[in-house]
């Protein structure tokens, strides 16, 4: 399999200097995991965007120099382009031409398994091409069809422009795709609500931060762990079964990044039904990336837009035993006081992350007092099994329990003869 040759270019603007080599770095890998290959890299410093290219003549010539040089394929640029900034690079430099949001929905669309992701990355790839038909069908702006008017033949009558009969398919294939994913949202929407009766904890953080080597820790599970950036793009949903007994529901979802496309956001937002409604986040965080700061940062941005800002979570500092950099890691420490600091891969301070979920979803049960006959082996298998027993002693017949539970098990044994007591 021939790889392509990408050349990337990166334009630092004045006032985002703060974290322009990662993001090239980023990009780098984010052509990487797309299956290119990448032979060089062009950097201009500018005030702002050229209207016409976004780097200007001068620096287009340049590009195209390179690109010759390194014999590259296509040109990466880590910014969305306008369709018109795109069609005068493609004709400056005589190559194809990506932005940093077409390598992101390509990445999506090859890791897309399940029929709800790959519809969420076909409409978010159609939302995101339909404003670019014009410059692709420059060639065919006249009118298409039709009789009764002047102009020429072929171009009377009140036909539409292939433009416009283009974007009408677009639409309508949007519109299709939305209502079959709404089906497919309603039926993921029940599931998440059947898992009621179970505390539910949902892994969240920056792509590539070890959340599916958590998830397979945790839940003893095979979830698919790859050495790339959104590798999982599927919700895996799984038990957890804690230390002190309590039983969760985990699930594992898709890495975030910086600037995530919107339209991957809201096209994603069902399969995101489980950080919505989980009880508790575990923000996951590569502490040995060199931008982990700016990665909490671009995970806390995506959780705002989901409506999950304020949601109880907490911070869990992975890939422990990769910190290469003390000092460096130091001075995160301290920014982050709380962060639990793990290593999914060695198994390392893994009880003590146990500890600490068990020890917030404990806030969130209530204390019930029982009577239960001795004979009454249903209820006391129950009890075993979902609540957990502080005091027990035997009064003739009857057992006299005192137990913490979640607060719709303690409902069920309110209607069965227990008294919830807060």
């Known amino acids: 399999m021939i790889r392509e040759s990408v050349l990337l270019v990166g334009v630092e603007l004045k006032?985002?200097?703060?974290?322009?080599?990662?993001?090239?770095?980023?990009?780098?890998?984010?052509?990487?995991?797309?299956?290119?290959?990448?032979?060089?890299?062009?950097?201009q410093r500018r005030e702002k965007p050229d209207a016409g290219s976004y780097v200007g003549e001068g620096k287009v010539t340049e590009i195209k120099?390179?690109?010759?040089?390194?014999?590259?394929?296509?040109?990466?640029?880590?910014?969305d382009l306008s369709p018109a900034q795109v069609k005068n690079l493609e004709k400056g430099i005589g190559l194809k031409?990506?932005?940093?949001?077409?390598?992101?929905?390509?990445?999506?669309?090859?890791?897309?398994?399940?029929?709800?992701?790959?519809?969420?990355?076909?409409?978010?790839?159609?939302?995101?091409?339909?404003?670019?038909?014009?410059?692709?069908?420059?060639?065919?702006?006249?009118?298409a069809g039709g009789r009764g008017t002047s102009g020429g033949?072929?171009?009377?009558?009140?036909?539409?422009?292939?433009?416009?009969?283009?974007?009408?398919?677009?639409?309508?294939?949007?519109?299709?795709?939305?209502?079959?994913?709404?089906e497919i949202d309603l039926r993921k929407t029940r599931e998440v609500k059947a898992r009621g009766e179970n505390f539910t904890v949902a892994l969240v953080g920056y792509t590539n931060a070890g959340k599916s080597t958590l998830m397979n820790r945790i839940t003893h599970t095979d979830v698919l762990v790859e050495d790339k950036?959104?590798?999982?793009?599927?919700?895996?949903?799984?038990?957890?079964?804690?230390?002190?007994?309590?039983?969760?529901?985990?699930?594992?979802?898709?890495?975030?990044?910086?600037?995530?496309?919107?339209?991957?956001?809201?096209?994603?937002?069902?399969?995101?039904?489980?950080?919505?409604?989980?009880?508790?986040?575990?923000?996951?965080?590569?502490?040995?990336?060199?931008?982990?700061?700016?990665?909490?940062?671009?995970?806390?941005?995506?959780?705002?837009?989901l409506g999950c800002a304020d949601k109880d979570r907490l911070l869990v500092f992975n890939k422990m035993d990769a910190v290469k950099d003390r000092v460096e890691y130091e001075v995160l420490r301290a920014e982050f006081p709380g962060a639990i600091e793990i290593s999914a891969r060695t198994g390392n301070g893994m009880e003590s992350l146990d500890e600490e979920v068990a020890l917030h979803l404990d806030r969130r049960l209530v204390d019930v007092s029982l009577e239960v006959s001795v004979a009454d082996g249903r209820l006391l298998a129950y009890l075993a099994e979902n609540a957990r027993v502080t005091e027990r002693t035997l009064d003739g017949e009857a057992w006299r329990i005192k137990a913490r539970l979640a607060p719709w098990h303690a409902s069920k044994l309110h209607r069965t003869g227990g008294t919830p007591v807060r």
């Open 153 to 182: 033949m072929g171009t009377r009558g009140p036909g539409e422009k292939q433009l416009e009969v283009d974007r009408r398919i677009a639409r309508d294939q949007i519109v299709a795709l939305k209502r079959e994913l709404a």
């Open 65 to 79: 120099s390179k690109a010759e040089e390194l014999e590259a394929d296509t040109i990466v640029f880590d910014h």
């Open 229 to 305: 950036l959104f590798s999982t793009l599927d919700t895996k949903t799984h038990t957890w079964k804690l230390r002190g007994g309590m039983k969760v529901m985990a699930s594992d979802t898709v890495g975030f990044i910086r600037a995530l496309p919107h339209h991957l956001v809201a096209s994603f937002h069902a399969t995101l039904e489980e950080v919505i409604h989980a009880d508790l986040l575990l923000h996951v965080v590569d502490a040995s990336a060199r931008d982990a700061v700016a990665h909490i940062a671009a995970v806390d941005a995506v959780l705002k837009k």
């Open 15 to 43: 006032g985002h200097e703060g974290d322009f080599e990662e993001r090239q770095r980023e990009l780098a890998m984010l052509v990487k995991t797309a299956g290119a290959t990448v032979v060089g890299q062009v950097i």
């Open 97 to 143: 031409v990506l932005d940093r949001t077409e390598i992101i929905l390509d990445i999506f669309a090859t890791h897309a398994r399940s029929k709800q992701a790959k519809l969420q990355v076909e409409v978010a790839q159609l939302e995101y091409t339909m404003p670019r038909l014009r410059g692709q069908w420059q060639h065919l702006e006249r009118i």
